[in-house]
């Protein structure tokens, strides 16, 4: 497959509640050639969209939260890569809850080929076989140690199904709120070169086409 592709075009849609405390912006891919790939791809969007609101209320439940109707709600997207057959993207929600002394975000990322809609898991990004946990990690950890990022816990490792975007030529694996550090750290990223991971890159997957010099 040539690599050599034109971005997809991108607008944003807007869900708005009645009272006005639910503002969502996410994206919805127009005007493709293939409508069947197309709807897949905004399918999957919206489906996320959708999965992250109802995670913030089930947070909030087991919070015990008992009036989840005075919810203030933000959502926002950010594309990350859009070249080469390669669609990249993360999906934010933003929830408070009153009368809560701050508010809880998720951020959540996507990334699709986008001449059949496939969706991307890390582990689809390398060889079979390679041990890419153990390569991937060792990286965090030695920006961890650079950055003197305070951990709440002995870093032992990311997911095999870690989130992460692709941006250009790098893959930025990320963590959520606590999950790795305190929350004034926020979204701890780390970005990893394409080109220290060659040689367990899918040459023919997202990683293996932000590689190819063209």
Known sequence: MDIIQNPVYIVTQRMVSPNGEMVVDYPVIVSMPNQAVQYRINRAILNLVNKLHNEQIRRLIEQ??????????????????????????????YTFAYPSAHGLTIIKSLTFDVNTGKIYELKDLFKPGSDYVKKLSAAVNEQIKQREIPL????????????????????????????????????????????????????????GRMMANI
């Open 64 to 93: 015990g939260y008992k009036d989840i109707s005075r919810l203030s709600v933000q959502g926002w997207y950010e594309i990350k890569t859009n070249e080469r057959g390669v669609l990249s993207l993360s999906i934010g929600n």
């Open 152 to 207: 709440l816990s002995p870093f032992k490792g990311i997911k095999p199904d870690q989130d992460y975007y692709i941006a250009d030529k790098v893959l930025v694996l990320y963590f959520q709120l606590y999950e790795l550090a305190p929350y004034s750290y926020g979204f701890p990223q780390f970005p990893i070169s394409v080109y220290s991971i060659s040689d367990i890159i899918t040459e023919d997957g997202p990683l």
